[in-house]
């Protein structure tokens, strides 16, 4: 039996609109199953716009959830389990594949503050093929470090750590449940 005072381990990211907004429509129910599936407490986000699932995502795991469970439709799966976007909807690796094993590394060369905000409106839009200023690849390990200076590495707007860092995918890390 589930203790009850204990902080829930499930989060539910749901897209409202999708199923042509059945799912909003129809919350109620759709919790009820919920509940019966996971438990008593599971804690509800509710997306707002597009590339906001990943968000969520990223804080109910800082926050400790051991399940993040989309329910929406492929969008909202791709944004939860996939990491396409970054803050604002930038869509920074618009080929992520959360199958292929890879990371997605794109690297802005030359980015002071002001040269950096040349750049943003191909980011957003994730258009940008053959830019000689934005450097993307895929690797299975990558390694970062600076000759130059102390460098502060930050996931999500958060400081973790100083560089040199090493990022790697983990294999079958999360359980995706279709």
Known sequence: MRDKSRTPDTALIVNPNSCSGLTGKNWDELYEKMEKIFGNGIKVAFSKRSGNGTTLA???LRKGFDKIVAIGGDGTINEVANGKFLGGGFMAAPEADMADGLLELMVLKDS???KML???ANL???H???EDKILYSKAKKV???SMERRVTVTIDGKPVGILPATFQVLPEA???VA
Do not use: C, N, P
């Open 58 to 60: 990223r804080d109910m």
């Open 112 to 114: 002071g503050s002001l």
């Open 118 to 120: 040349d750049e943003l």
């Open 124 to 126: 957003k839009t994730g």
């Open 128 to 130: 940008y093929a053959g």
């Open 143 to 145: 390694l970062i470090t």
């Open 174 to 176: 999360l359980t995706v």
